[in-house]
């Protein structure tokens, strides 16, 4: 099954109960601003970006069908990176260049009826 969306997207302030919804196989074009929320995981923060955080922005997932998924994140603008976590904000699972080059994938098994949150972060520096 499919869930992808492009990068760069444009940001807004974001709660995680006010988060747009990702439907699967939806793609998703814009951009990242340097005005985005920092995004932190103990990987990004040990990448020494305390000067220049990572920023990104977010969706709320749910999928209909449990289920194996991939989710891309592909810019020509930024080193990509992608970051996703069940309801409660725990990490699930990241990816810096798991796609090709500065692209990002995460495949992961999804269960259907639960939510969860994927964040396409500007990573500083490739993390």
Not at 4 to 11: E, K, V
Not at 42 to 50: A, N
Not at 56 to 83: N, P, T
């Amino acid at each position: 099954m499919l869930l992808q969306f492009l990068l760069p997207f444009l940001i807004w302030a974001q709660e995680p109960q006010d988060l747009p919804v990702l439907q699967v196989g939806t793609a998703i074009e814009g951009a990242i601003t340097d005005s985005a929320p920092a995004v932190h995981t103990p990987t990004l923060d040990s990448g020494g970006h305390e000067a220049t955080p990572t920023v990104g922005v977010s969706w709320s997932i749910q999928v209909a069908e449990s289920g194996s998924y991939h989710l891309d994140l592909r810019s020509y603008a930024f080193d990509g990176y992608l970051v996703l976590r069940d309801a409660d904000g725990k990490l699930l699972a990241e990816d810096d260049d798991g796609l090709i080059g500065v692209h990002s994938r995460i495949v992961v098994e999804l269960e259907a009826g639960l939510e969860y949150r994927v964040t396409a972060c500007a990573s500083q520096d490739g993390a």
